[in-house]
């Protein structure tokens, strides 16, 4: 299995550079589907759920190419099939995403479920419910959802403000996007990579408005037009490059961000002792010695965000300190804790979805294994805060989301590598 290898004991100093976002590219990418035209998406992250959602879009039709780096071309003109491959949608949740454009535009998606994941139970009910309410017919047999309408109508959905589920929002102004009549969404989301899908739906001829808000009213109908969008900055990788300059005392500047997109997590910066400094497009943090204790409870934006917690959890194992913290989105995202322990770090779980960390002075470096995306990259910088050699399994979470992460943090003075060769599961992931 490839590892990633991390030697401790490093601090960060530098400027590393942010790439597009992971979460803000995948619903452009499968709103592309909704133009019977061109496509062009600017600031593309080179990472592998990307590349799957391409094979995606090409598996149904559409023809993709780069013409620039990190500038994809779709044309989605002649989609001859509203089916989605089970081996693609397996991959990743957010091939989901196909499943609204599919039915607004030839009234008929089937798409395998995408399933459980590691993080959590991931049901896609919700999805089915916005389905429904614009008036389709969906069942799901052998795995596979079936949805049918001869015209999508608009309506009132009402979501449930519990989840305030991204993808959900996502997939049904996707299909709302052609249906006939408003429909109103209330309880969405509005996350950064939300606005900026809806954005794109605008420019490209949507009607729109609330964009940003958790109630947002769609004019469906209108033939969307060829546009050209750029994807957002990635905060989930800036904020893993700051928790790692905090996590190793160092002194980085990340740059092309939107500081305006990651206040909740530079609080937590500052309140662990760090003096953080923003610019138009960068974020510069000077870390001074061991964190202090954070608390932290995840949240909808502009909450503290999930895909964070990972990281905040190895900077609660170092801390001078004890820190609470609290995960409200998903049942299964301490799935990293065991592996810290192994490392040294004192965590008690309070049920699965809360743990106290005990900061100790230094953590240890052993084998560890990753089980996802955000947990690949939080072990690693568990590594560069140990002492001694750790070697990270599971290389291959981090391709899914990280576009050369290695070499980025080689850059600012870490000692990172991949070591031995891709085993056939993941050659799969990473074609
Ligand atoms: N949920 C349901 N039913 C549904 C949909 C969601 O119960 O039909 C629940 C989920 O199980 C979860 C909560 O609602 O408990 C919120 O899930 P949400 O739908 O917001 O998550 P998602 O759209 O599947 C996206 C990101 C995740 C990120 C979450 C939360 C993408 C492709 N994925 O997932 O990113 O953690 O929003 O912000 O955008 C990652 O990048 O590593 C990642 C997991």
Same mark, same amino acid.
């Given at each position: 299995?490839?590892?990633?290898?991390?030697?401790?004991?490093?601090?960060?100093?530098?400027?590393? @550079?942010?790439?597009? *976002?992971?979460?803000?590219?995948?619903?452009?990418?499968?709103?592309?589907? =909704?133009?019977?035209?061109?496509?062009?998406?600017?600031?593309?992250?080179?990472?592998?759920?990307?590349?799957?959602?391409?094979?995606?879009?090409?598996?149904?039709?559409?023809?993709? *190419?780069?013409?620039?780096?990190?500038?994809?071309?779709?044309?989605?003109?002649?989609?001859?099939?509203? *089916?989605?491959?089970?081996?693609?949608?397996?991959?990743?949740?957010?091939?989901?995403?196909?499943?609204?454009?599919?039915?607004?535009?030839? #009234?008929?998606?089937?798409? @395998?479920?995408?399933?459980?994941?590691?993080?959590?139970?991931?049901?896609?009910?919700?999805?089915?419910? &916005?389905?429904?309410?614009?008036?389709?017919?969906?069942?799901?047999?052998?795995?596979?959802?079936?949805? /049918?309408?001869?015209?999508?109508?608009?309506?009132?959905?009402?979501?449930?403000?519990? =989840?305030?589920?991204?993808?959900?929002?996502?997939?049904?102004?996707?299909?709302?996007?052609?249906?006939?009549?408003?429909?109103?969404?209330?309880?969405?989301?509005?996350?950064?990579?939300?606005?900026?899908?809806?954005?794109?739906?605008?420019?490209?001829?949507?009607?729109?408005?609330?964009? #940003?808000?958790?109630?947002?009213?769609?004019?469906?109908?209108?033939?969307?037009? *060829?546009?050209?969008?750029?994807?957002?900055?990635?905060?989930?990788?800036?904020?893993?490059?700051?928790?790692?300059?905090?996590?190793? +005392? &160092?002194?980085?500047?990340?740059?092309?961000?939107? @500081?305006?997109?990651?206040?909740?997590?530079?609080?937590?910066?500052?309140?662990?002792?760090?003096?953080?400094?923003? &610019?138009?497009? %960068?974020?510069?943090?000077?870390?001074?010695?061991?964190? =202090?204790?954070?608390?932290?409870?995840?949240?909808? %934006?502009?909450?503290?965000?999930?895909?964070?917690?990972?990281?905040?959890?190895?900077?609660?194992?170092?801390?001078? +300190?004890?820190?609470?913290?609290?995960?409200?989105?998903?049942?299964?995202?301490?799935?990293?804790?065991?592996?810290?322990?192994?490392?040294?770090?004192?965590?008690?779980?309070?049920?699965?979805?809360?743990?106290?960390? /005990?900061?100790?002075? /230094?953590?240890?470096?052993?084998?560890?294994?990753?089980?996802?995306?955000?947990?690949?990259?939080?072990?690693?910088?568990?590594?560069?805060?140990?002492?001694?050699?750790?070697?990270?399994?599971?290389?291959?979470?981090?391709?899914? #989301? %990280?576009?050369?992460?290695?070499?980025? =943090?080689?850059?600012?003075?870490?000692?990172? %590598?991949?070591?031995?060769?891709?085993?056939? #599961?993941?050659?799969?992931?990473?074609?």
């Amino acid at each position: 299995m490839e590892a990633i290898i991390a030697n401790g004991g490093n601090q960060l100093h530098g400027v590393v @550079p942010v790439g597009g *976002s992971k979460n803000g590219t995948l619903p452009l990418l499968a709103a592309s589907l =909704l133009v019977e035209g061109e496509t062009i998406i600017e600031n593309v992250p080179d990472i592998v759920d990307v590349r799957t959602m391409i094979e995606m879009l090409c598996a149904l039709g559409a023809e993709c *190419s780069f013409v620039a780096p990190h500038t994809l071309r779709i044309d989605a003109t002649n989609i001859h099939s509203v *089916s989605a491959p089970y081996d693609l949608v397996n991959r990743m949740r957010g091939s989901f995403y196909v499943a609204g454009p599919l039915l607004a535009r030839f #009234g008929e998606a089937r798409v @395998p479920l995408p399933g459980g994941c590691v993080i959590g139970s991931r049901p896609v009910d919700q999805h089915f419910e &916005g389905f429904s309410a614009l008036g389709a017919e969906v069942e799901v047999k052998h795995g596979v959802m079936h949805a /049918r309408a001869s015209r999508l109508r608009g309506a009132r959905i009402m979501l449930d403000p519990h =989840l305030r589920s991204v993808g959900t929002t996502i997939n049904i102004a996707l299909a709302a996007a052609l249906a006939e009549g408003t429909t109103i969404l209330e309880n969405a989301s509005r996350e950064p990579e939300v606005v900026c899908f809806q954005r794109f739906l605008r420019d490209a001829g949507a009607d729109i408005s609330g964009i #940003g808000t958790t109630t947002l009213v769609i004019k469906g109908g209108n033939h969307l037009e *060829s546009s050209r969008v750029a994807s957002i900055p990635d905060r989930m990788e800036a904020g893993t490059f700051l928790y790692a300059a905090l996590i190793t +005392g &160092g002194d980085l500047t990340v740059q092309n961000v939107r @500081p305006a997109d990651m206040e909740a997590v530079l609080a937590v910066l500052r309140q662990a002792g760090a003096e953080v400094a923003c &610019g138009q497009d %960068y974020v510069r943090i000077c870390a001074k010695g061991r964190p =202090l204790p954070v608390d932290a409870m995840t949240a909808p %934006y502009p909450g503290f965000p999930t895909d964070l917690q990972p990281c905040h959890g190895v900077m609660a194992a170092i801390a001078r +300190g004890v820190s609470c913290v609290e995960e409200t989105i998903f049942d299964a995202r301490f799935n990293y804790a065991d592996e810290l322990r192994r490392m040294g770090a004192d965590i008690r779980m309070v049920g699965h979805q809360a743990a106290i960390f /005990r900061g100790v002075v /230094r953590l240890m470096a052993c084998p560890v294994e990753a089980t996802d995306i955000r947990a690949a990259a939080a072990l690693v910088l568990a590594g560069l805060a140990a002492q001694g050699q750790t070697e990270v399994a599971g290389a291959y979470f981090l391709d899914r #989301g %990280y576009d050369n992460f290695e070499a980025k =943090l080689t850059a600012v003075g870490a000692q990172v %590598y991949r070591q031995g060769e891709p085993d056939a #599961g993941e050659q799969l992931w990473l074609a």
